[in-house]
């Protein structure tokens, strides 16, 4: 029986293949090392969608373009140009970003996880989403929330912990560090590691650090090859294809209960912090920094807040000057000058005084 027919999304951020019912979705967007943006969030919540409600359709796997990465998270990059400069737009952007990860979570199918390359910020958060995951030994896990501004708080801090523990999640959390792969695969992140490391034609199992970064970059006969990926990816297709649905949907959501608990017992409250975190410091520096290739001020933060008279939580200071002038107000403390008129701000013109009565006084 065919169901209601849902609203066509046009897919060009992502791919969206199906046959002999498996379902493939991959972030496409290698320029960005598989990282989403809004759009992209559009378009895999209506991907996976489409999977769940098509009956011919038992598995759905779900990867990244190229080798370099799975899904690196938010674009960065969007964060910067749009969401440190209009941060109640952030908001809207976690409804979707909620709705992406529901999309997996209540696909009502396996999901497998193709691990094609690193799986870091909210590419590992993805990557938790999904029922079961395969990853290639030159590929990682981890996530980097903390180091640019943000709190991984869509599935990291919910999930962590159940999968890895409690001090192994802070260690994730807090400190940041890569996880290899099969450092990964004894933590329980992942089902299974892959060799996808070459010299010469043979694969290296156990591949070296050294050996994977001549493989990334192709050096001394390294290279990296996915096939061993694919088929233990598809060994795992074949094995879920050959069960009941109802009963694996069932056993979905069953196993679900403590990542449904405590994923809508927090994202709310998530969204709302992290939109209103978006107008201070830290999104701000880190963001930039990321975007100009630089190492973020963490020092200068906490100097700043340590200081008498500075403020981790505003550029240049709290807004608290105003312009006897001009009469606008809320002017950083730090100002030596009002930026509407130009006049010299002299350092008791508090921005909290009552507004000057003419008809130029600015808010």
């Known amino acids: 029986m065919t169901f209601e027919q ?42 996976f969608r489409e999977a769940s409600f098509d009956d011919e359709v038992a598995v759905i796997v779900f990867t990244g373009s190229g080798q370099s990465a799975f899904c690196t998270g938010g674009d960065v990059k969007e964060y910067e140009s749009k969401y440190t ?13 909620s709705a992406y990860i529901e999309s997996i979570l209540n696909s009502g199918k396996p999901v497998i996880g193709r691990l094609n390359g690193m799986a870091v910020g909210g590419g590992n958060e993805s990557h938790l989403a999904c029922d079961l995951s395969v990853i290639a030994e ?77 493989a990334k970059k192709g050096q001394d006969g390294f290279s990296i090859d996915l096939s ?17 649905p109802e009963c694996q949907r069932y056993t979905k959501q069953q196993v679900n209960f403590w990542k449904d608990m405590s994923w809508h017992q927090t994202v709310g409250h998530a969204r709302e912090w ?3 975190h978006y107008s201070s410091f830290e999104p701000i ?36 000057k105003s312009c006897p ?15 509407q008129c130009g006049k010299p701000l002299d350092e008791d013109l508090s921005g909290f005084a009552d507004a000057p009565s003419h008809e130029t006084a600015k808010r």
């Open 138 to 214: 030159h590929a990682y896990v981890g996530q980097v929330g903390t180091k640019v501004g943000s709190v991984a708080a869509g599935g990291a801090t919910q999930w962590l912990p159940i999968f890895v523990g409690d001090r192994r999640a802070r260690e994730m959390l807090m400190l940041n560090r890569p996880i290899p792969a099969y450092q990964a695969l004894d933590w329980g992140l992942v089902n299974e590691v892959v060799p996808s490391v070459v010299k010469d034609g043979e694969f290296i199992v156990h591949a070296t650090k050294e050996q994977i970064a001549k």
């Open 274 to 276: 992290l939109s209103i």
């Open 6 to 47: 849902l609203p066509e999304v046009e897919y060009t951020e992502i791919l969206y293949t199906k046959a002999d019912w498996v379902a493939r979705i991959t972030i496409d967007r290698p320029q960005a090392y598989n990282a989403y943006s809004t759009r992209a969030l559009i378009e895999l919540a209506a991907a």
């Open 325 to 339: 002038e001009c009469g606008a107000r809320f002017i950083p403390s730090q100002f030596a000058y009002c930026g």
């Open 228 to 244: 061993k990926l694919d088929e233990a990816v598809d060994a795992m297709v074949n094995d879920l294809i050959e069960q009941f």
């Open 285 to 320: 520096e880190g963001m930039n920094a990321f975007v100009e290739k630089r190492k973020p001020g963490y020092r200068m933060l906490r100097e700043q807040a340590a200081s008498a008279e500075g403020s981790s939580e505003f550029p240049w200071g709290s807004y608290a």
């Open 85 to 97: 400069k209009s941060p109640h737009d952030y908001w809207k952007y976690m409804g979707l970003f």
